[in-house]
């Protein structure tokens, strides 16, 4: 690989992890290679004292590709991207896209037999989706394609086999930032529990769309080794803060839950979002006036249990509501705002069904299906501005 790889100026405190925390690449150099002499690893750059994430200063050069300017209110409602299983078992997945009405659903993404390409994300101007590649029992890895199905290709990996802090390492959950000058995404890493195939370590992390410049922002797995999952990222509309999901293990605390955190795009200011007893997860959605975020939520039990919804709350936590009608039968899955913030698309299946896809306005009502292909298995939707190929 090539590119020096560095930590921002954000990061402000240096203190040691404990033994056995797992010790990242180096922070200037993360390239696969192992820590030269006198680096610092990315394990023991902590995020300083929580604070109000700093004002972006205007940058001094062009955007990068996938960067947008303009206002949510002018917006265009673009395609919708998501996931499709393209076997019974679930062994294969790939991406596609549909217009807001329904129409013009098209494969994106031609995936090997028993790969699964998943966690779509629009860049903002929409001529990008990330998304993560899993073959097989073989770690996960980060992906870009154009919107027109050409120039699919990988970001990294970030480390090489082989190296320190790359045993069983994995890149998933992309997310661009509003200027699209970085990808938030989920690294978990450390040998895997036997019993319960959980991840020694799990944590958010940033990096350019090139995948240089990787920053570390969370550490909830540091100190905890085994304790959960860190997952599905998302920026807020001004990119000063991410939302993620963390779900925990039977060793968390508490155990076998799940929860939204929020952080600042600098990696200080972690706190709690939504209480565990909800048991929110998968990944969240802005609102694009930052006014509120939208989140599905999914009761214990086995997957594609009934009984959750889709929800939205404050981003200070506050005001907490459902979209959804409950109790109900029906399961529910990812939700995702539209580009001008007046319409939400979400998964949603019967129970005992398979999932499609639907749109709802912003206030929960006139549901109305996307997807109507009952034989196959459509979620995880991310709506972008690309408009449809003519």
Known sequence: MTGTRQLPPTTTARTRARAGAGLLLAGAMLTGCGAEPGEIPLSEIRAGTPSAAPTPEPAADAPTAGAVAVAASTRPNGLIAGRVFLDDRRTTSALFTVAPDGSGQRRLTQPP??????????????????????TGESAGRIWTIGADGENARPIGPLCEAGAADCANEAETTPAFSPDGRQIAFSRTWGTADPTSNQSQYSDLYAMSPDGTTVQRLTFLTNDKPYSGYVTNPAWSPDGKQIVFSYQTSATGQPANSRALYVVNADGTGLHL????????????????????????????????????GIYTVHPDGTAIGALTPGPSDAVYGAASYSPDGTSIAFTQAAANGRTELFTMKRDGSDVAPLTKTPDDWESRPSWGTAQPQS
């Open 113 to 134: 037999a028993q790969t699964r390409d998943d966690h779509p994300d629009w860049s903002p101007d929409g001529t990008t989706l990330a998304f993560d590649r899993t």
């Open 273 to 308: 979002l939504t209480p565990w007893e909800l048991r929110a997860g998968d990944r969240a959605s802005w609102s694009p006036d930052g006014t509120q975020i939208a989140f599905t939520t999914y009761p214990a039990g086995p997957d594609n249990a009934p009984g959750g």
